[in-house]
């Protein structure tokens, strides 16, 4: 048998971040051999990917960066535990995926998309094996723009950005864009203006509305008005630009981003797990 160091357990334990005891195992097994020793470990670590692949992951983080392209990317990495989502390993994963995802329009396309030598599955497969959870790319989002307010927030102060919105808007008034990219964490919206909003939705509303008004005993020839403001308080949770500004409720998205100077010509939001 090999005569296995402490040296060469900790060097491999920091390269691959494995516990005490595998990486002792694999060394003994490799005779020593550093390189045979990763790849053993690597191996066993694909076998367990495949175990876990039905487990649930609604731990993780998002992270975004503007491509130097007219648009900036954001991703959802998951896991399964916040003591993976937290550590460095994982972190940095987050960003090689974003380096080598960035101007990917689906996760199909992030997942094939080159990571060194290997494609960005492969690269997330590897670190998953070493970290020991399923690790998977949920969500990618791509936004187009002059410029770009991306806010990354932290809902507890030990985990890694939990919810990111990234606005791409032209002007020049950078403070106002953040403030509006802070709302959006916030108040959710799903769409920029009323028009984006599906037709469908919009009809699908308009008849819970009128059931809802109908069923409150609301005069007949009230409704077609009730309906309407009903279908306004609708349109201010779902389309930006009808909300009520976080930071002062006289004032709609639409009149701030008007009195900024400032168009925004989209917008996503990731919260992790939702």
Aim: one cysteine or more; glycine letters at 10%.
């Amino acid at each position: 048998m090999a005569n296995i160091s402490i040296a060469d357990i900790k060097a491999l334990r920091e390269q691959l971040g494995t516990g005490m005891v595998d990486t002792k195992k694999a060394l003994e097994e490799a005779g020593g051999d550093i390189e045979k020793a990763t790849e053993i470990l690597r191996l066993k670590g694909a076998k367990g990917n495949a175990k876990r692949a039905d487990r649930s992951t609604s731990e993780g983080l998002v992270a975004a960066k503007e491509n130097g392209n007219g648009t900036a990317t954001m991703i959802e990495l998951a896991c399964e535990t916040d003591f993976v989502a937290k550590g460095e390993k994982f972190i940095a994963l987050a960003d090689k995926v974003l380096d080598a995802a960035a101007g990917a329009t689906t996760v199909e396309e992030a997942l094939a998309a080159p990571a060194g030598s290997q494609t960005v599955a492969e690269l997330i497969g590897d670190e998953a094996a070493i970290l020991g959870e399923k690790v998977e790319l949920r969500r990618i989002a791509v936004v187009s723009g002059e410029s770009f307010a991306i806010y990354l927030h932290k809902t507890s102060k030990d985990l890694p950005p939990q919810v990111g919105v990234v606005v791409g808007y032209a002007g020049g008034d950078a403070e106002t864009a953040r403030s509006i990219a802070q709302h959006i964490s916030f108040a959710n919206p799903t769409y920029l203006t009323r028009e984006d909003v599906p037709a469908d939705e919009v009809e699908n509303e308009r008849r819970i509305v009128e059931e809802i008004s109908r069923n409150e005993g609301k005069p007949e020839a009230a409704l077609p008005k009730i309906i309407e403001g009903r279908l306004g308080a609708y349109f201010k949770q779902v389309a930006l630009l009808e909300q009520e500004y976080a930071r002062d409720n006289k004032l709609t998205i639409a009149q701030v981003l008007k009195d900024s100077g400032l168009t925004v010509s989209g917008f996503a939001r990731f919260k992790v797990g939702a």
